[in-house]
Each structure stands twice: as structure tokens, then as C-alpha cells.
């Protein structure tokens, strides 16, 4: 299974300052897909457990929230409220490969943090100083927006946990939760990574209090009790804000498959019926709300609850292994699910009790989330398609047009006024009903003055009802797939669509750029005795001046690339991959990718099973190449050899493969090119362009 390997804060730092200058992006997040609110615009804050937020956007605890760079890209497409991946104490899971299938709606197999916890924190950490950089030194990285440092750029981290007391409980998650409350010793750390020619950077006074809010997952059948004991737990003993996570079969199992099959049309899915049983219900809900509440009160803590998890659904698909016979239902039809349960718990417990919403969330159905007064409003699968984080600034525009359309000033105006002018839409039909002698009315309560949590109640049933109606959840309208086209993916060029860099939620594949070339090799023939003849003539061609790499340490494989590409082979198997120490590139074996030494002087490769290296002789007067069996001096300049030899006497002669040589010489220059910086060459970055 492929592993995360964070990055060298110092490379991550380097790119944030330098990437903006030299190809107008951070993390190949192009400037241009960067969130900047309209002049003049609607107040967006909002308040999360009493802390002022920009927005109640932010990405859900996911792919989208791993690792550093996750955090950073989250924050430049807007998010203000981020939901750290899920933290539990088994942190070497095994997960399969490929592991995240959004060819429609959306499926996963992934379900919490592929880091070791104390990998985690220190990314948390490092993400959120990060973009305490950003919004402190916005014109040094190359943002010109003053909103970074004003309301609307504050941010929030909030804590996942799972799955149960004895867990989290461990010395190994509270050691994790002690360094969210305090990150002083693990912000020393980073901070003297900081290259001493980002001073500023170093003197910064970075927030050492990164969280003390806690979503609570309740995934895998945690029982009621458990849960109760886990939130009095980290409320009284933690002193922490708490967020309890729903699941969708709370809504029972009729009303479940009604939604699913009759109103919505997925009668393809089977859901996972053991989670009828094994979860938390409905009624114990009401309890464990009412119960925490007053205890949350108590104690001067807030409690609240997210709507919700994603649904168990029967592996029905060829896209994961048989060995899964579970995947997780996401997109369009949760969010029609989760919403009608979210109506019906707020009928039940009132207006009063803080809720979080994350099931299905784009762009179009923004608005109405936030007219539900739901904080904070995290998403995942959108994030997923192609676009990827920049996709986000297009859901502010949603909102900043639907609260001009209501001349609303701030969230709270536009929660009541989105009630208000619904009401006014009722009674206008209810008027109209009744001249013309309907007896079927509805009770529709009368317009008044309301507060803004009942005002967010009264939406969530409306947007409810529209969602059960809106034919854009429905099966029928979601079972495209992404088109390909009759091309193979290969080392060098593409079609170039550039879809597989965005789709990325680890910011993994990257560009960097070659001259094209045309020309003709051969082959070398070595026979026993040392002498050696060419082959037959080969052709050797790149066509585009820029290229596509995958930086292996930040990619886990999970297959997300491949699904929106064009072209077959998937871009995280036939692109090239690198990975950041000779370490990881030996762990992965016999995946193919390639290393680079520290110096940045050789490249070691494994292609096909076969390790082959490139590096330059120390006086520059050869490329000396070796195939684990031959070593061959190349002259640099014309690519013809000076000196052959074996590596061990041998009885049979042995072909070397030229095209091999030219591969790794060509991506060698290439990822090492100071006219863009990447993954690769950010280490010694400064040191090139110095020269």
C-alpha cells in the first residue's frame, strides 16, 4: 500500500513564497483559482463555538485535510473552517488500492487519517502555520488581497476523533490532543526549518492553541452509551468544544430506502443493512442531546451535532477490490438524506442546539445551507471533481448573489430573510388557495418577527422538501461517467488537459517543463569480452513543452486522477513518479518511480522491475549510466559513449536499453528546471536560482 511522506517543512515554505513569482500558483493552485471576495460585498463571518470564522465553508474531515499543503489550498479556495482528517488510535491501517471512486455521486473505502498520529499533528501544525504566513505576509507570497488579514481570513481548525473511549483515550491520542491544545514545542520545531532567507517568516507569532474542538465520529457501530461517555469525557476531562457526527440510518430503514429508491431512483444500491442495528438511533439521539447539552452548559462548553456521515452501501462496482465488500455513499443522493434527517432532528430538539452539515455540499446548494444557520458547512466529494479547490471561490458567488437577491448584510439577515420571503411565498398560496376554495391547505405559521435559529429551523424544512423535488439529485441524472479517448498514457506527453493536477487532493502530480525533441538513438550490444556494437535505430520524440510527474510521496494512490482522464492508464501509474528520499523509494517497491540523490546530482530509477541510475561524473566531462548490469560513460553533449564496462563477468551478451539513458537525463533536467518549482527540486531550490 502506497504511504504518505510529508514534505521537509522547509520545501513547503519555499514554494509558498517563491511559487507565487515564478508560475503564478502555490501548490500548483493557479492565482487566478484563488478566492477573493468581491469589493463591497456581503459579510460572510460566522461564529463556530463562540470563534469568529471568515465563512462556514470549509473542507470535511477527508482527503482534503491530510496533510499541510491540503490545509493551504483549502484556505486560497476560501475555507475558513477547516475538519481535520479523523484521528484514531490504530494508525497503520490497511486500505485498499484504489480507494476513492467519484465516476457520478461518490464512493470511498478510506474512512480516517493514513498518517501516524504524531505524522498528523506535526502536519496540522505545520498546514496551520502555513497559512498564518499567508495571511500575515499576503504581498511577500504574492497575494494582494487585504481580506487575508482581516475577518473575513480568519481561520478555524476543528479536531476529528474516532471511534471509541478506550482509543481516545490512549497516551498516544491524548499526547495528540495536549499538542492541538499547545503545538509550542512542534512550532519551535518547524520554525527553525524555515529558511533563514524567509526571516520574516521566522519571527512570526504563530497561534500555539492550533484546537480545542472536537468532531466526534461515530462510524462502525458505536453505541449510544459510548458515545455519551466519550463526549463527557473530552467536555469535562479535555475541556474541549464538542461536535457529535450523525448517521444516516438514524433516519430509520423505511424512510432510508424510500428516499434512496422510490423518490431518488438508486435502486442499483443495496445498503449495508447491519446499520440499522448497530448505530445510534433516533431516539437515543434525543436523549444524548438533551443529557449533553446541560452537561456541555455546565461546564462552559458548547455541544452541537453534524449532519452527517456517509452511508454503507454494498461494494456493487468493479472499482474497488472484491476484498471490499463495503464503500461509502456520498454526492447527491446523501445530501437529499441527510438533509431530511437534519429536519427531522431539529422538529424534535428545536432551534436551538448548533449544527454542522456536510452531505453533498456544491456549489448550486450552498446557499441553502447556509440559510440553515448550518456552522460550519464542510465538503468532500465536490472537492473531488474536476477543478479540485478551485472549485470553492464559485460557491461564495452562489452566496454573495443570493444574499444581494435578499438585500441581506450578513448571515444572520439572510437566514431571516430567506424565512421571511418563504413565508411571504406561502401565504400568497395559501391566498390563494383559499379564493379559490381549496379545502387541502397547509398550516403554514403566520410572518413574524423570529430569531435567527428559529428562522434556520423553518429554512431547513423548506430546503428539505425542495431537495426530495429537485430532479438534479436523482439517479437518472447522475450516471455519467467521464469520456475517454483512444489514447495511452506514457512517460512523456499527454494530451495535456491538465484535469489530473486540481483532482488531486494531496496536490501529488505536478508540471514541469522539456524541450521537445526529435531524434534517433540505438541500442548497445555488449558482448562477454567488453565489446560492444549499436542496435537497430529507435525513435525518440516529445512533443509538448510541458510535462505531467506524480510526486509519489504525496500520493496514496487512491485513483482519483485516473477517473477524470482522458486517457487510459492513469496518470499516477504511467507519469512518472518521484519520491523525496531514497528511503520511501525503497519502501514502495516494486511500484515503478524515481529518486534523486541529495545533491541533485543522480537519478536512480526502477522501470519495469529493473533499476537503472544516471548520474554526472565529478569534473562534467561524462553522464555515467548503469543498467545494474552495464555502466556506460556517455559524452554529454552528443549522447554517444566514451567507455563500457561490466558490472560482473558474464557469459551471454546484454542489450542495453539507450532509451532508458535519454528517459532519465531528460526528467532529470526537468523536474530540476528553475523555471518552475515542484515537489522535487524545492529542497535546493534556492541554492539553483542563487547561482
Not at 172 to 201: C, H, N, S
Not at 393 to 398: A, L, Q, R, T
Not at 437 to 463: I, M
Request: glycine share 8%; net charge neutral.
Amino acid at each position: 500500500m502506497a504511504e504518505l511522506v510529508p514534505a521537509p517543512f522547509q520545501d513547503l515554505v519555499t514554494r509558498l513564497y517563491c511559487e507565487p513569482a515564478i508560475q503564478g500558483s502555490i501548490f500548483e493552485l493557479p492565482r487566478r483559482k484563488w478566492y477573493v471576495p468581491r469589493a463591497g460585498g456581503p459579510d460572510m463571518t460566522v461564529r463556530f463555538h463562540g470563534r469568529l470564522a471568515g465563512n462556514p465553508l470549509g473542507p470535511a474531515a477527508g482527503p482534503h485535510t491530510q496533510m499541510a499543503q491540503n490545509l493551504v489550498l483549502s484556505y486560497l479556495g476560501g475555507a475558513r473552517i477547516m475538519e481535520l482528517k479523523t484521528v484514531q488510535v490504530d494508525d497503520r491501517l490497511k486500505i485498499g488500492r484504489p480507494c476513492i471512486d467519484m465516476t457520478n455521486v461518490g464512493y470511498n473505502i478510506e474512512w480516517s487519517q493514513e498518517l501516524r498520529v504524531e505524522d498528523a499533528l506535526r502536519e496540522y501544525v505545520a498546514g496551520s502555520m502555513l497559512v498564518h504566513m499567508l495571511r500575515n505576509a499576503p504581498k511577500q507570497i504574492g497575494v494582494a488581497d487585504p481580506s487575508y488579514s482581516g475577518p473575513m481570513g480568519e481561520v478555524l481548525y476543528d479536531i476529528s476523533l474516532g471511534y471509541d473511549l478506550a482509543g481516545i483515550r490512549s497516551e498516544k491520542v491524548l499526547r495528540f490532543l495536549d499538542g492541538m491544545r499547545d503545538a509550542r514545542e512542534v512550532i519551535e520545531r518547524l520554525r527553525a526549518e524555515i529558511p533563514v532567507r524567509f526571516a520574516a517568516a521566522r519571527d512570526l507569532d504563530y497561534p500555539t492553541r492550533i484546537s480545542d474542538s472536537v468532531t466526534l465520529s461515530t462510524f462502525h457501530g458505536c453505541p449510544a452509551n459510548e458515545i455519551e461517555r466519550i463526549c463527557e469525557f473530552l467536555l469535562g476531562e479535555r475541556d474541549l468544544d464538542v461536535i457529535v457526527k450523525m448517521n444516516p440510518p438514524m433516519l430509520g430503514r423505511e424512510r432510508v430506502e424510500h428516499l434512496l429508491y422510490d423518490v431518488l431512483g438508486y435502486t442499483e444500491l443495496t445498503v449495508n443493512p447491519q446499520v440499522y442495528t448497530s448505530g445510534l438511533t433516533f431516539d437515543e439521539s434525543l436523549g444524548l442531546c438533551e443529557r449533553l447539552s446541560r452537561f456541555a452548559a455546565a461546564r462552559g462548553r458548547s455541544f452541537g451535532f453534524k449532519f452527517s456521515n456517509t452511508l454503507e452501501v454494498l461494494n456493487h462496482r468493479s472499482f474497488f477490490t472484491p476484498d471490499n465488500p463495503i464503500q461509502y455513499l456520498s454526492g447527491q443522493p446523501l445530501y437529499v438524506i441527510t438533509l431530511t434527517l437534519t429536519d427531522e432532528f431539529r422538529r424534535a430538539v428545536g432551534s436551538d442546539v448548533p449544527i454542522s452539515f456536510s452531505a453533498g455540499i456544491d456549489r448550486h446548494n450552498f446557499p441553502d445551507a447556509v440559510a440553515c444557520g448550518f456552522v460550519p458547512i464542510t465538503v468532500s466529494t465536490d472537492l473531488l471533481r474536476p477543478g479540485g479547490y478551485g472549485r470553492l471561490p464559485g460557491y461564495f458567488d452562489s452566496l454573495a448573489d443570493a444574499m444581494r437577491a435578499c438585500d441581506a448584510r450578513d448571515i444572520d439577515d439572510f437566514i431571516l430573510k430567506r424565512c421571511e420571503r418563504t413565508d411571504i411565498a406561502r401565504k400568497d398560496a395559501k391566498a390563494q388557495r383559499e379564493n379559490a376554495n381549496d379545502s387541502a391547505l397547509c398550516a403554514f405559521a403566520p410572518l413574524r418577527e423570529q430569531s435567527v435559529p428559529d428562522a434556520g429551523r423553518r429554512n431547513t424544512s423548506t430546503a428539505a422538501a425542495a431537495a426530495r423535488s429537485d430532479p438534479r439529485y436523482r439517479a437518472h441524472q447522475n450516471r455519467r461517467v467521464p469520456k475517454r479517448i483512444d489514447s495511452q498514457l506514457e512517460t512523456f506527453d499527454c494530451i495535456t488537459c491538465d484535469k489530473c493536477l486540481p483532482v488531486c487532493p494531496n496536490a501529488a502530480n505536478f508540471s514541469y517543463p522539456t524541450r521537445p525533441v526529435a531524434f534517433e538513438y540505438r541500442d548497445i550490444i555488449v558482448q562477454p569480452s567488453g565489446a560492444w556494437s549499436f542496435g537497430e535505430p529507435k525513435q525518440f520524440e516529445i512533443g509538448e513543452s510541458m510535462q505531467i510527474a506524480c510526486y509519489a510521496d504525496f500520493c496514496n494512490e487512491c485513483g482519483n486522477c485516473d477517473t477524470f482522464c482522458p486517457e487510459y492508464g492513469g496518470p499516477y501509474i504511467k507519469k512518472p513518479s518521484f519520491f523525496g528520499s531514497v528511503e520511501s523509494w525503497q519502501r514502495a517497491a516494486p511500484r515503478d518511480g524515481f529518486v534523486l540523490s541529495s545533491d541533485r546530482q543522480e537519478i536512480t530509477g526502477r522501470i519495469r522491475s529493473g533499476v537503472c541510475r544516471l548520474s554526472q561524473t565529478s569534473n562534467g566531462a561524462a553522464r555515467e549510466f548503469s543498467d545494474g548490469t552495464i555502466t556506460i560513460w556517455f559524452e554529454p553533449s552528443k549522447h554517444v559513449p566514451c567507455k563500457v564496462q561490466w558490472a560482473d563477468a558474464q557469459s551471454k551478451p546484454h542489450r542495453v536499453d539507450v532509451g532508458l539513458y535519454h528517459t532519465l537525463r531528460i526528467l532529470l533536467a526537468g523536474v530540476l528546471d528553475s523555471r518552475r518549482i515542484n515537489p522535487v527540486n524545492a529542497g535546493n531550490f534556492l541554492e539553483r536560482v542563487s547561482r
